[in-house]
């Protein structure tokens, strides 16, 4: 897992380009709850970018006909004023994070510790992964929480080939973040 770290550039993908994030657009119920996503992977960006396109047609909020997405380029600064947390690897922990994020009432005592931090690092459960996680929460693998689903879930994800993310979840943390410059992400 990357650290966030002083000077890093950090990638955004998305429909359109984002210069200045704004946290009451973010959507609730992510991973590490509402916040800014970034990642340390152009490619995760790209990737995640033509995904947004696609959700953005299917919404009205890009027409079809709509030929590109974005990568946003943001170096962080000021990280010493921020309070963040990073998941060293994708595990039970860290899946117990994404899914008191992801679901109400799960894993109310980890929830409740996440609330504090400015920014929260991890792999990345993205939609590849949903599936697998969707069915660690209807308990197919075991009782959710258990060491017997835990591992089942988290050996299915193959945690070696997730990258990471950050998600920036304060004003303080998105003041951290200087827009660079942003690229255009072809939909073939």
């Known amino acids: ?5 002083e ?3 950090l990638y955004h993908g998305s429909y359109c380009v984002v210069e200045k994030p704004d946290l009451s657009r973010c959507a609730m119920f992510k991973d590490f709850g509402r916040g ?4 340390s992977s152009k490619e995760q ?3 995640f970018a033509k995904i947004s396109a696609t959700k953005a047609k299917s919404k009205g909020l890009i027409p079809y006909s709509e030929k590109f997405a974005h990568v946003s380029f943001f170096k962080v600064v000021g990280t010493e004023a921020l309070k963040t947390f990073a998941f060293e690897t994708a595990d039970a922990d860290w899946l117990h994070c994404i899914v008191a994020h992801r679901r109400s009432g799960a894993f109310p005592e980890i ?23 969707l069915t660690y929460m209807g308990n ?7 060491e017997r689903a835990d591992k089942m879930c988290i050996s299915l994800l193959l945690p070696e080939r997730l990258k990471d993310q950050f998600c920036f979840r304060s004003d303080k943390a998105i003041a951290s973040l200087e827009f ?9």
């Open 7 to 9: 000077g890093a550039v």
């Open 180 to 188: 660079l410059k942003s690229e255009k992400v072809a939909l073939e």
């Open 111 to 133: 929830l409740n510790s996440m609330q504090s931090y400015d920014v929260i690092g991890g792999k990345i459960a993205n939609d590849d992964t949903n599936a697998t996680i």
């Open 45 to 47: 960006a790209k990737s």
């Open 36 to 39: 800014f996503y970034l990642t």
């Open 1 to 5: 897992m990357n650290r966030l770290e």
């Open 140 to 146: 197919v693998f075991g009782a959710m929480g258990s």
